[in-house]
């Protein structure tokens, strides 16, 4: 696997689809909120993956952007820890999925399984197009221009992530075979210093000749900490060490979200297009009403009726929401209906609430601050902006688009 001293940097982005609900909520959220602490994290509004299925009606992009990034701030994103920013607002982005769009074979996008997925399911839409063809290599170079090394997402985009890999490795393929790289690379080693072209020498060796992996990474650990190369030295030796050209656009590993546990209100997947959602700034007394109205175990018609909580969708919210004492008086009062499908649901509707009145209360700080929150999104434009502008000056470079 090729990847390199960058490969702490962390990248995702969210279509905009408005406010925020408790499936995003505990399936990606808190997730991105756990990594900010522990990575270089970049997220960001995918405002252009939104036109590809909904290219026929933008009025509502504008707003649902900026509801879904007060959401993230409320949630706890933290414009100290994570750069947030919109994809539009870095035109590089469209840049390099240009360039990789001459060197991408079409059955690579063809074979992606969310483009006969999608294409059957949003029938009433007309995606025989060009753009929605190409979106998993728009997403592609959103993660290829970090150089980011790990991707969080959810089980529907991991062959996206493939794919990008796939990208990555033929661009290297592409480019990265320079003239007399061999000797520029050894040229390279010396720069190093004695010890440590040993030790990367028989590294080198070791991976190469036994497919020693724990060799491998010892000897990228050495290049991390080299201090004296430059970026070109440092890609040419994360290739040379096994055996590839230079390295200039490594690959990243998508990091697996777990699916969220929590269904919507019918049973189904939480999602905005099935209506089943509760959201982030909803109002309690609507928390309430929607909960309450929730299906349970169709054999718990009265209740008297004994039930099973592996047959009722609440049962999933108290996985969530419940701890064991309660999760236990649950099942025990459900089997021998000595408890009402009213009193178990209050515990969830409680921890609801619970839950979601901190993140109300910054949410209404944001809400009447716009400025803020517009500030917040501009200074993540611009750091991302000099990142992405940072891996293109090598990507011009490097394919002979330079013309100073
Ligand atoms: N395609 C993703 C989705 O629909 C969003 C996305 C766009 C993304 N670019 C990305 C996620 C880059 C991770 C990395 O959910
Ligand atoms: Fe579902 Fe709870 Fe009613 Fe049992 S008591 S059917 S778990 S809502």
């Given amino acids: 696997m090729v990847t390199t001293a960058n490969n702490q940097r962390v990248l995702s982005g969210m279509r905009p689809t408005g406010r925020i609900h408790l499936g995003q909520y505990h399936g990606v959220l808190k997730n991105w909120i756990e990594l900010q602490h522990e990575y270089e994290c970049f997220f960001f509004v995918a405002d252009w993956h939104a036109l590809t299925t909904h290219y026929d009606d933008t009025s509502s992009i504008h707003e649902s952007v900026w509801e879904m990034v007060i959401d993230w701030l409320a949630a706890g994103v933290n414009p100290g820890s994570a750069k947030m920013f919109i994809q539009s607002r870095v035109p590089q982005h469209a840049e390099l999925h240009l360039l990789l769009s001459m060197m991408t074979p079409l059955g690579w996008l063809e074979r992606v399984p969310s483009f006969k997925d999608q294409q059957e399911k949003l029938k009433e839409k007309d995606l025989s197009t060009y753009g929605f063809l190409g979106y998993p290599l728009l ?20 062959a996206h992530i493939e794919m990008t890999r796939e990208v990555a490795r033929r661009f290297n393929h592409l480019f ?9 690379a050894e040229a390279a080693i010396k720069k190093l210093g004695k010890k440590n072209a040993k030790i990367y020498n028989e590294s080198r060796r070791l991976y190469q000749e036994q497919g020693n992996q724990d060799a491998l990474d010892k000897g990228r650990a050495l290049l991390e900490s080299a201090q004296n190369l430059t970026k070109g030295d440092l890609d040419r030796l994360y290739g040379y060490i096994e ?39 909803e109002d309690p007394k609507e928390v309430e009403k929607k909960l309450r109205k929730m299906p349970t ?69 944001f809400e009447q601050d716009s400025a803020l929150v517009k500030s917040i999104i501009t200074e993540g434009c611009e750091a991302a902006r000099d990142a992405a502008e940072e891996t293109m000056l090598e990507v011009r470079n490097i394919m002979g688009l330079s013309y100073r």
């Fill in 139 to 158: 997403q592609s170079a959103d993660i290829l221009i970090y150089k980011a090394g790990l991707v969080p997402v959810g089980e529907d985009q991991v």
């Fill in 176 to 184: 990265g075979r320079e003239k007399n790289f061999k000797d520029k």
């Fill in 243 to 281: 055996g590839s050209g230079r390295i200039i656009l490594p690959e990243p590993e998508s990091l697996l979200t777990a699916a969220s546990k929590m269904p919507g209100l019918d049973g189904q997947k939480m999602s905005k297009s099935y209506h089943n959602t509760i959201s982030l700034r």
């Fill in 297 to 365: 175990d169709p054999n718990r018609v009265r209740l008297t009726d004994p039930g099973d909580p592996e047959k009722c969708p609440v049962w999933e919210w108290h996985h969530v929401y419940s701890d064991e004492s309660v999760k236990q008086s649950v099942i025990e009062g459900c089997k021998s209906a000595s408890i009402g499908c009213i009193e178990c649901k209050q515990h969830i509707i409680n921890a609801v609430i619970e839950e979601i009145k901190p993140i109300q209360e910054r949410a209404k700080e």
